[in-house]
């Protein structure tokens, strides 16, 4: 009997990886109030009445069960399987410190989960790494939400990472061996650390323009750190950092391109996060999760443009599309890279390069007349260009 439940399951998993990848609709504004300014206080779930609250929000929601994860019955059960298959969940982490910058992510794409983890010394530029691919969802499991505090999320085998929201702050704690990409050594890193739960730009999107295809997204950034971190037996305090949050949970297009860049720092005791993206959740080719944060308060930016450069070592420029908001250089210092699994199956194509922003951003804040220009100099952070199929 058991058997034929496996076989059945595979089925479906192969005929899943193997079907066309549609032209998906772009989303407009139809389900989602594009450009809308960001709501203060969210709802308490994203499915009300059979459909989705679709919007922005300066707060994570409590409650974001799918519909396709509500059911009595089991013949909805079974109706609901391909997209309980198409929910990817991932949660996405860095800190910046005097010291070093370190950045970890825990993925469940369903069929195969992924662990990383990195720093870098921000001194010498060397970069330690983890990684651990897992098959199905064994060994990584997720909260039940950004903001809920009954779950952890957790990647635990020998090694440990994980992320609890308790009381008004993620609390990430690891422990595992990172390894020199330059001497390949390898080195314990452990550490335990409060992230501050600030204002966030939380977005509810219908990937395709689709209302039964929600995507997620509780992002954060310029927010306190603090706690400490062992590495190389040597101990460190953490002064003056700064971290990121990226959670999402979504119904991902299996085939999903995007780019992205994320600092957070410092400039005359102002905390700075900034967050831009282009390609995953645009709506009139503007990306409706640019922001930056001021001291924890969210700005929300229109649309911008990546240049990339050919040559990957190469300086990445960051425009705004339609105003004079954002400008910003990007110098790589070096790179994470990622290109596995198969062509045409199952793939990700992940081109991480960590370095140094240069530039201006000027932002006014929704409600109210105030309007900021910052500077932006060696600012440490990342720019990303993904191809994703899953
Ligand atoms: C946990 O979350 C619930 C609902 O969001 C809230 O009522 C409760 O106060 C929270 N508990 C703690 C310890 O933060
Ligand atoms: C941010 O907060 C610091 C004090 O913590 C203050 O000195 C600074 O002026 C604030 N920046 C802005 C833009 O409000
Ligand atoms: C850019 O400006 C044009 C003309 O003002 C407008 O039609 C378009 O919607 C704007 N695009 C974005 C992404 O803001
Ligand atoms: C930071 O402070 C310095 C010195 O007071 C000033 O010259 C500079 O313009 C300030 N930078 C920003 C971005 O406000
Ligand atoms: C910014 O957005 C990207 C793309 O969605 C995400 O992967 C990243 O973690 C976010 N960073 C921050 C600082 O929120």
């Known amino acids: 009997m058991g058997k034929y439940v496996y076989v059945g399951l595979a089925a479906i998993v192969l005929a899943f990886l193997l079907s066309p990848r549609e032209p998906y609709a772009k989303t407009t504004s139809t389900y989602f109030p594009a450009h809308a300014p960001l709501e203060p206080t969210p709802p308490s779930s994203i499915w009300v009445d059979g459909q989705y609250l679709f919007g922005r929000y300066k707060h994570g929601i409590p409650d974001i069960a799918f519909h396709s994860e509500n059911h009595e019955e089991i013949a909805q059960a079974i109706a609901h399987l391909p997209s309980r298959f198409q929910t990817k969940y991932w949660h996405f982490t860095s800190f910046n410190t005097r010291e070093f910058f370190v950045g970890f992510a825990l993925v469940q794409l369903q069929y195969v989960s992924d662990v990383f983890l990195y720093i870098i010394d921000k001194n010498t530029l060397e970069k330690f790494e983890f990684n651990h691919r897992l098959p199905g969802t064994i060994g990584v499991s997720f909260a039940?939400?950004?903001?809920?505090?009954?779950?952890?999320?957790?990647?635990?085998?020998?090694?440990?990472?994980?992320?609890?929201?308790?009381?008004?702050?993620?609390?990430?704690?690891?422990?595992?061996?990172?390894?020199?990409?330059?001497?390949?050594?390898?080195?314990?890193?452990?550490?335990?650390?409060?992230?501050?739960?600030?204002?966030?730009?939380?977005?509810?999107?219908?990937?395709?323009?689709?209302?039964?295809?929600?995507?997620?997204?509780?992002?954060?950034?310029?927010?306190?750190?603090?706690?400490?971190?062992?590495?190389?037996?040597?101990?460190?305090?953490?002064?003056?950092?700064?971290?990121?949050?990226?959670?999402?949970?979504?119904?991902?297009?299996?085939?999903?391109?995007?780019?992205?860049?994320?600092?957070?720092?410092?400039?005359?005791?102002?905390?700075?996060?900034?967050?831009?993206?282009?390609?995953?959740?645009?709506?009139?080719?503007?990306?409706?999760?640019?922001?930056?944060?001021?001291?924890?308060?969210?700005?929300?930016?229109?649309?911008?443009?990546?240049?990339?450069?050919?040559?990957?070592?190469?300086?990445?420029?960051?425009?705004?599309?339609?105003?004079?908001?954002?400008?910003?250089?990007?110098?790589?210092?070096?790179?994470?890279?990622?290109?596995?699994?198969?062509?045409?199956?199952?793939?990700?194509?992940?081109?991480?390069?960590?370095?140094?922003?240069?530039?201006?951003?000027s932002c006014v804040l929704e409600g109210s007349d105030t309007a900021y220009e910052f500077q932006v100099k060696n600012a440490f952070g990342i720019v990303e260009n993904h191809f994703a199929l899953w």
Request: glycine letters at 6%; a negative charge; aromatic letters at 12%.
């Open 144 to 361: 039940l939400s950004s903001v809920d505090n009954s779950t952890c999320s957790i990647y635990q085998d020998v090694n440990q990472i994980e992320a609890c929201f308790i009381g008004d702050a993620w609390h990430i704690k690891a422990s595992v061996p990172v390894t020199s990409s330059q001497t390949h050594q390898e080195h314990k890193l452990e550490f335990d650390v409060k992230l501050n739960r600030d204002e966030a730009l939380t977005l509810l999107y219908p990937l395709a323009d689709d209302p039964l295809r929600p995507a997620y997204v509780h992002k954060g950034a310029g927010s306190q750190a603090t706690g400490t971190l062992q590495f190389k037996n040597d101990h460190f305090t953490l002064e003056n950092a700064l971290g990121a949050i990226d959670w999402t949970k979504s119904m991902a297009l299996r085939e999903t391109i995007w780019n992205w860049a994320s600092t957070s720092y410092h400039i005359n005791d102002t905390a700075i996060g900034i967050n831009l993206s282009q390609h995953v959740y645009d709506v009139d080719g503007a990306s409706q999760e640019n922001a930056i944060w001021i001291n924890g308060t969210v700005c929300a930016l229109g649309g911008v443009h990546f240049h990339v450069p050919d040559d990957k070592s190469g300086v990445w420029t960051i425009e705004s599309l339609n105003s004079t908001e954002v400008y910003l250089e990007f110098t790589p210092a070096g790179v994470r890279y990622e290109d596995n699994g198969v062509p045409y199956i199952a793939q990700s194509k992940f081109f991480q390069p960590y370095g140094t922003f240069d530039g201006r951003i």
